[in-house]
């Protein structure tokens, strides 16, 4: 299969809805006052939309090969996602989660976008975003529906590995 050969408007299009998208899901973050937001969001979905694009307009373009750089992409930005999960071993809670999820949407979302498929992209960034503004309130009305969520499990004591080890 040779290479796509895009408009710069089609181009610009892919990139600048990947870029809208990450961009409003990062602002989200940032309002609820996440340690990752707009400028984060934005260049992982700029970048993810811009390796995609540039993966179809190679001369030999080999979707084998565009789904094995989608597969590498999305592995390594759940790295990225990862390092925004933290345990708090003081409370028992764990936080980042939706978050670090988010990070690795936007990446998915950027590469619909940097693919063509702008239909699905938006489809799936409506849902996501509404869940995103609607979901606390369902929980909280949920918990109140049906009773209180389970107290934090109690972090373990940590073992002493070093003592009476042999």
Not at 44 to 58: D, E, I, P, R, S
Request: overall charge positive.
């Amino acid at each position: 299969m040779t290479g796509t050969t895009l408009a710069i408007a089609d181009i610009a299009l892919r990139l600048g809805l990947a870029l809208l998208y990450g961009g409003i899901i990062g602002l989200n973050r940032d309002l609820h006052h996440k340690r990752v937001g707009l400028r984060t969001f934005g260049l992982v979905a700029l970048g993810t939309a811009g390796m995609t694009l540039g993966m179809l307009a190679g001369s030999a373009v080999d979707m084998a090969n565009v789904s094995r750089v989608v597969q590498g992409i999305l592995t390594g930005i759940g790295f990225l996602g990862a390092g925004v999960i933290l345990h708090r071993p003081d409370s028992g809670r764990t936080t980042g989660l939706t978050t670090a999820a988010a990070i690795w949407f936007t990446a998915g979302l950027a590469v619909l976008c940097g693919l063509g498929e702008l239909l699905l992209a938006t489809e799936l960034f409506a849902i996501a975003f509404t869940l995103l503004l609607t979901g606390r309130r369902i929980e909280l009305l949920a918990e109140r529906w049906f009773g209180q969520p389970a107290p934090p499990v109690r972090p373990r004591e940590p073992v002493n590995r070093d003592v009476g080890e042999d």
